[in-house]
């Protein structure tokens, strides 16, 4: 079990970055896929980026490939999103999630969420 807090949207011009935390409680966070979930109004949620669990390895999705970046810290149970030159696009509530598996965009995928924190991009 793993309960997941995210913080650091926040309302940004196009073209800003903002970093997104995920803090972790749990003594397992090590052993999980975490991954970056997002839904823009009237849209469904969509995969951003994965990291596995030792960091070794990670995969985007295509919108985001060379502006978004995820990384992991096991030692402080906490993952981030780095996102750069941003786009009014990108609006959206972020969400993390986990999963014990590795691969997958499906949300019915990842079992763990939290509640989500709003990026705004203003053109």
């Known amino acids: 079990q793993v309960q997941l807090v995210e913080s650091g949207g926040g309302l940004v011009q196009t073209g800003g970055s903002l970093r997104l935390s995920c803090a972790a409680s749990?003594?397992?966070?090590?052993?999980?896929?975490m991954a970056w979930f997002r839904q823009a109004p009237g849209k469904e949620r969509e995969f951003v980026a994965a990291i596995f669990w030792s960091g070794s390895s990670t995969y985007y999705a295509d919108f985001v490939k060379g502006r978004f970046t995820i990384s992991r810290d096991n030692a402080k149970n906490t993952v981030y999103l780095q996102m750069n030159s941003l786009k009014p696009e990108d609006t959206a509530v972020y969400y993390c999630v986990a999963s014990v598996g590795y691969g997958s965009r499906r949300p019915p995928d990842f079992g763990f969420w939290g509640q989500g924190t709003q990026v705004t991009v203003s053109s």
């Open positions: 749990g003594r397992t966070f090590s052993s999980y896929t």
